[in-house]
C-alpha cells in the first residue's frame, strides 16, 4: 500500500523546486527587460545573413534598418541608437519585402517603376512577365545605378553573398517575385534558427548561475529538506499545496483527508445513526419485556 507521507514529501519536494525555477525564470526575464540582449543577438544575426561586420555592419545593413518596413519596428535613427534599442524580432515578409525593395532601389528612374509594379503583383506572374522580371532584377544587381546622371554605386557591389541570394531566389523561383519572396523568407528563417540556439545557450547559462544564487539565498538543501518533510507534520502540512492542518473532532481525535464542511458533515451523520440506532435498540428492549 502506498505510504502517503512519502507522497507528501514528495509533492512538498516537487513544490519547493517549481517555486525555484518560476522564481529564476521571472528574474531572468526581468534581466532581459533590462539588458535588452536578444536585440543585440538579432543584430548579430543580421550581420551573419548579409555578410556584415559585427558590430560595425556596413552599408547593407545599415540600408535594411533605415527602411520603412524595419525602422517602424523601432524609436528613432539607426544612427542614433545603440544595438540594444533595435527591433529584437523582425518577421521574416518584412525582411524579404525590405530586402528585395533595396534592390528595386538600385534600379535608374526608368526601371524603378516597372520593378515596383513587379513586387507589387500578389499573384503568379505568366512566364513571359516573369522572365522580363527576372532579367531586369539580374539587371539591377550587376550593374551600377545612374541617378540623375551621377554615377553611384550599387550597394549590392561590395556584398555579392546577399546579390547571389537574391539572384538565386529569383532563379528558384523562375522570376515569380511571389515565390521569390517566400524563397528568402525561408533562407531568413533557417538563419534566425541559429540565433534561436544562440539565446537558448546564453539563457542556460544564465538560469544555471540564477538558479545557484537562488538555492544558496534560500538554503535549498534536498536532503535537509526531504529530512524535514518526513520528520516534521507540520513543516509537511504547510509545505504542500494542497493539503491544511488537520482538524479536531468534538472529541479531540484529528482527522486528516476531507475538507471541514465535509468532516461536519459527516460527523452529523454519523451522530444521527448512533442516536437512531440507539432509539431502535431501546424501542426493541421496551417491547421484549411487555411480551
Same mark, same amino acid.
Request: glycine share 4%; aromatic share 8%; net charge positive.
Given at each position: ?48 545573413? +548579409? ?21 517602424? +519596428? ?16 523582425? #518577421? ?15 534600379? #535608374? @528612374?526608368?526601371? &524603378? ?12 506572374? #505568366? ?6 522580371? %527576372?532579367?531586369?532584377? %539580374?539587371?539591377? +544587381? ?11 554605386? !550599387? ?8 546579390? @547571389?541570394?537574391?539572384?538565386?531566389? +529569383?532563379?528558384?523561383?523562375? =522570376? ?13 528563417? !533557417? $538563419?534566425?534558427?541559429?540565433?534561436? =540556439? ?29 529530512? &524535514? ?9 504547510? $509545505?504542500? #499545496?494542497? &493539503? ?6 468534538? !472529541? =479531540?481525535?484529528e482527522t486528516t483527508g476531507l475538507s471541514c464542511?465535509?468532516?461536519? *458533515? ?7 445513526? *448512533?442516536?437512531?440506532?440507539? &432509539? ?12
Amino acid at each position: 500500500m502506498l505510504d502517503l507521507k512519502l507522497l507528501d514529501v514528495a509533492i512538498g519536494v516537487v513544490f519547493f523546486f517549481v517555486f525555484a525555477c518560476l522564481l529564476a525564470s521571472a528574474a531572468r526575464e526581468l534581466i532581459e527587460g533590462v539588458a535588452k540582449y536578444k536585440a543585440a543577438l538579432m543584430k548579430r544575426a543580421l550581420c551573419e545573413l +548579409l555578410d556584415e561586420e559585427y558590430p560595425v555592419g556596413g552599408v547593407i545593413l545599415k540600408s535594411f534598418y533605415e527602411h520603412p518596413l524595419i525602422n517602424s +519596428l523601432y524609436r528613432g535613427k539607426y544612427s542614433e541608437v545603440s544595438e540594444r534599442e533595435l527591433p529584437s524580432y523582425i #518577421p521574416a515578409t518584412h525582411f524579404a519585402s525590405a530586402l528585395l525593395d533595396l534592390a528595386v532601389q538600385q534600379a #535608374p @528612374e526608368p526601371q &524603378r517603376k516597372a520593378l515596383d509594379d513587379a513586387l507589387a503583383v500578389a499573384r503568379p506572374q #505568366p512566364p513571359a512577365a516573369a522572365a522580363i522580371a %527576372q532579367a531586369k532584377f %539580374q539587371a539591377v +544587381l550587376a550593374t551600377a545605378s545612374k541617378k540623375s546622371g551621377v554615377h553611384s554605386p !550599387n550597394i549590392f557591389d561590395a556584398n555579392p553573398r546577399v546579390k @547571389e541570394a537574391i539572384l538565386w531566389a +529569383l532563379k528558384r523561383s523562375n =522570376g515569380d517575385i511571389v515565390k521569390a519572396r517566400e524563397a528568402l523568407e525561408t533562407w531568413y528563417d !533557417n $538563419s534566425m534558427e541559429r540565433a534561436t =540556439g544562440w539565446y537558448k545557450s546564453h539563457t542556460q547559462k544564465w538560469l544555471l548561475g540564477i538558479g545557484f544564487v537562488i538555492a544558496v539565498l534560500l538554503n535549498l538543501d534536498t536532503l535537509n529538506i526531504i529530512d &524535514r518533510l518526513y520528520s516534521s507534520e507540520e513543516f509537511r502540512m504547510r $509545505s504542500s #499545496p494542497t &493539503r491544511r492542518a488537520p482538524a479536531k473532532t468534538p !472529541n =479531540g481525535r484529528e482527522t486528516t483527508g476531507l475538507s471541514c464542511p465535509r468532516r461536519k *458533515r459527516r460527523w452529523v451523520l454519523a451522530g444521527r445513526l *448512533r442516536t437512531g440506532t440507539r &432509539r431502535i435498540r431501546a424501542h426493541a428492549i421496551s417491547r421484549r419485556c411487555r411480551l
